[in-house]
């Protein structure tokens, strides 16, 4: 996915590795192909300006290091604030105190939600975790089957409305669901929300309905990092409509240029927490911050 972006940015940065010695000349011209690199990789704007602005006022502030030269400050000064703009440190899950710890995915449809349900799953059974899906995607025509399909995959149980009993109230399964959870023993509820193909009220709303029930110890918004600006937008949308505390990036393996990726967590103030790259259960990671920006650097 970052591949241009990376091409670019280590072209920006290798002019200066021929350099003894930096002017602040030198720091602007670079600081401006690094600005051109993140906007062509579609990095929001906003993120784009506090990023060059801190390199800049980093690199200018820099000591003469007796470690590195002038061009490998720079470079690790860039990589720094990458790091930082990804979120700094690794976040991990939180988990309630008195289990089940229950985690909703919010997102719209397509973004990857009922496949990363089953790879969260996954991860957290092998962790030795036993957690329960729940289905209260009752819009989408066999959601709940394709559910069922990833959850028999990654080896856990689903919960689901039963057949025949109509569309069904998904907070009522999501209530449901979490008696059920404290019954067999599951120490974490997974619960799979309805995505629309656009932000909408009413989604929002049912999303809100069912956090309003369950009150989860994390939301989740599952948001593809292929849609470019567009994700920042849903972002904002679903923090003001319903409010997240974490944010999972979906089909990393593509070939779009990356900038939500890089501008989700600036924009929203919340942390990536788990990124997917692929459509199998296996192509799922915690995301680190740090091995993200080393990755964009090449
Ligand atoms: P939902 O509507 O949000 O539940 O999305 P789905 O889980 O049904 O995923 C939508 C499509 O994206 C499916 O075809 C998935 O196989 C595919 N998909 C999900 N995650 C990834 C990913 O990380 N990489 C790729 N390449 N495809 C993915």
Redesign the pocket.
């Given at each position: 996915m970052f591949d241009t972006l990376s091409d670019r940015l280590t072209s920006a940065l290798q002019t200066l590795t021929r350099k003894g010695k930096l002017s602040d000349a030198d720091i602007d011209a670079t600081a401006r192909e690094i600005r051109i690199a993140l906007l062509e990789a579609d990095v929001a704007l906003a993120v784009v300006k506090e990023f060059i602005a801190k390199v800049k006022e980093r690199a200018k502030g820099a000591e003469v290091s007796a470690a590195l030269n002038p061009a490998q400050q720079v470079i690790k000064i860039v990589n720094e604030e990458l790091v930082t703009i990804l979120g700094g440190e690794t976040r991990r899950l939180n988990l309630a105190k008195n289990p089940p710890t229950v985690i909703m995915l919010a997102?719209?449809?397509?973004?990857?939600?009922?496949?990363?349900a089953g790879k969260l799953a996954m991860h957290l059974k092998k962790q030795g975790h036993a957690p329960l899906l729940v289905a209260c995607?009752l819009q989408?025509p066999n959601?709940v089957t394709?559910l069922q399909v990833v959850g028999e995959r990654a080896g856990v149980t689903t919960f689901a409305p039963e057949p025949g009993n109509g569309v069904g109230d998904p907070v009522d399964v999501a209530r449901r669901a979490i008696e059920e959870a404290k019954h067999a023993q599951h120490d974490i509820v997974l619960v799979?929300t309805a995505?629309r193909l656009g932000v909408d009220e009413e989604l929002m709303k049912q999303a809100a309905d069912i956090r309003d029930a369950v009150t989860p110890d994390e939301i989740l918004f599952?948001v593809d990092a292929m849609i470019g600006q567009d994700a920042v937008n849903t972002a904002e949308a679903f923090r003001d409509g319903v409010g997240f505390t974490g944010v999972v990036l979906?089909?990393?393996?593509?070939d779009a240029r990356g900038g939500a990726a890089l501008s989700v967590r600036q924009v929203t103030g919340q942390p990536i927490l788990f990124a997917?790259?692929?459509?199998k259960l296996e192509?799922f990671d915690v995301f680190h911050p740090d091995r993200m920006a080393s990755r964009i650097l090449g």
């Open positions: 997102g719209l449809q397509g973004a990857g939600k009922t496949t990363l995607d989408r959601a394709q799979d995505g599952v979906t089909k990393l393996d593509g997917s790259n692929g459509e192509d």
